[in-house]
């Protein structure tokens, strides 16, 4: 008997343990912003390749022109605004980004908070889901 367990500790000792990935992130719900000749669309997305958050958002449609139109995307660690996380376009369609921010502190969760901005104002806000990494 003695032996069986040594062989079965020997076992689980050689076997190495799974690496730390994350879990969650992705793309938040597709939100949109109705003017009287056209419909503007935007999804924020989110996800972590190790060691780096890669937040992205998708621009579908236009805005008429002549109009003030951003779309703004931040990116948020723990809850907090990231310096520097954040991204403006014009309302014109598009893939954009993902852009690489180094993660600190090595372990937590962030989403990405996107925004359609009218002549200043904020109008439609939606957020990515949150991404949780080791």
């Given at each position: 008997m003695?032996?069986?367990?040594?062989?079965?500790?020997?076992?689980?000792?050689a076997v190495?343990?799974?690496?730390?990935a994350?879990?969650?992130?992705?793309?938040?719900?597709?939100v949109?912003?109705?003017?009287?000749s056209?419909?503007?669309?935007?999804?924020?997305?989110i996800s972590?390749?190790s060691?780096?958050?890669?937040?992205d958002?998708?621009?579908?449609?236009?805005a008429?022109?002549?109009?003030?139109?951003?779309v703004?995307?931040?990116?948020r660690?723990?809850?907090s605004a990231?310096?520097g996380?954040?991204?403006?376009?014009?309302?014109?369609?598009g893939?954009?980004?993902?852009?690489?921010?180094?993660?600190?502190p090595p372990?937590?969760?962030?989403?990405?908070?996107?925004?359609?901005?009218?002549n200043g104002?904020?109008?439609?806000?939606?957020?990515?889901p949150y991404v949780?990494f080791?």
């Amino acid at each position: 008997m003695g032996a069986a367990v040594v062989a079965v500790l020997a076992v689980l000792v050689a076997v190495p343990s799974p690496a730390q990935a994350s879990s969650g992130g992705g793309c938040g719900p597709r939100v949109s912003w109705h003017f009287s000749s056209s419909t503007l669309y935007v999804t924020s997305c989110i996800s972590f390749g190790s060691p780096h958050l890669k937040p992205d958002f998708y621009v579908e449609g236009s805005a008429p022109g002549g109009t003030n139109c951003t779309v703004v995307q931040q990116m948020r660690i723990n809850g907090s605004a990231v310096s520097g996380g954040r991204h403006v376009s014009s309302c014109v369609a598009g893939h954009y980004g993902p852009w690489n921010y180094a993660v600190l502190p090595p372990s937590g969760y962030a989403d990405a908070r996107i925004a359609i901005v009218i002549n200043g104002v904020e109008q439609v806000v939606s957020y990515s889901p949150y991404v949780y990494f080791p």
